[in-house]
DNA sequence: ATTATAATAATAATCATTATTATTTTAAAG
DNA sequence: CTTTAAAATAATAATGATTATTATTATAAT
């Protein structure tokens, strides 16, 4: 792997966004500090990334993936109001205790997702804010 | 909500198969009764269904959403060699004890989906099957 | 400095999904 | 039964997210 400073910029920012940046908002970012690239570099870069484990790809239903640098076990949660994702702690699961259904699956992976509303979005007055206010 | 032939099938598709089907394998597999459906017809009807709480919709990375209609609370596998999804029981979660991120949230929903590979393509002669095998 | 390789920007193409519209079904009212 | 209004459909176009193509440029090893 080749260095090149868009995929340094395209990692430095999602490693630190808070928000779990999608491609779209990392393209946004992005530009500001290299305005001439490309969205394809930004989707070619999030993906190697994510093949080389140094980020994970988030999906939730009718939203567009979103890239998280953080690698330890945890969860998400989508607001379902700004449509924002956010971090939240593991809860406690026994995965060798898991009742398989049709006979043995070799388990790799568990992403445990929440939907709900965030204390913004609570609070009233940011009913249809968005992640472009972190951009 | 009117009756209509279409949207019975659809419902009965999902509900009978296994496999939670993709809109596209619903399409595939109600055209055979009702070969002038049309694909947005199937799309149409599955959100509405999902809207009605009558089916869930699943999302996993990479992947078309799937459609199922079982409705208590259970989990999702994603097979990776075959793409097929299975269902799991639901390990036991205390969403009480969950310490949460940014403040409060009102969490809504919880989607545990876990990937592997299923017993069939670990029994190495349907390494590359898919759903298709259900049509 | 030279050169092979990998990465890029720009753009076109694809795939999944949603919207539009003219026509047909449904089901309720006369 | 007809008539009629609402809802659903088929066909198709449009959208949005993502991936592929290609000619050019940057990287890093010789």
């Known amino acids: 792997m080749k260095y090149s400073r868009q995929r340094e910029l395209i990692y430095k920012t999602v490693m630190e966004n808070p928000i779990h940046p999608s491609a779209d908002t990392v393209y946004a970012l992005v530009r500001?500090?290299?305005?001439?690239?490309?969205?394809?570099?930004?989707?070619?870069?999030?993906?190697?990334?994510?093949?080389?484990?140094?980020?994970?790809?988030?999906?939730?239903?009718?939203v567009s993936d979103h890239f998280d640098g953080r690698l330890e076990e945890h969860c998400h949660i989508l607001c379902q109001q700004c449509?924002?994702?956010?971090?939240?702690?593991?809860?406690?699961?026994?995965?060798?205790?898991?009742?398989?259904?049709?006979?043995?699956?070799?388990?790799?992976?568990?992403?445990?997702?929440?939907?709900?509303?965030?204390?913004?979005?609570l609070k009233h007055f940011n009913q249809f804010e968005s992640e472009d206010e972190f951009l």
Chains 1, 2 share one sequence.
């Open 83 to 121: 449509g924002r994702v956010y971090d939240m702690d593991s809860p406690r699961l026994d995965i060798a205790a898991l009742q398989k259904r049709p006979g043995h699956f070799r388990i790799t992976g568990c992403h445990i997702y929440f939907t709900g509303i965030c204390e913004a979005c």
């Open 32 to 62: 500001k500090e290299q305005p001439t690239i490309s969205l394809g570099t930004v989707y070619r870069n999030l993906n190697l990334l994510v093949r080389e484990g140094m980020l994970q790809k988030i999906s939730f239903p009718n």
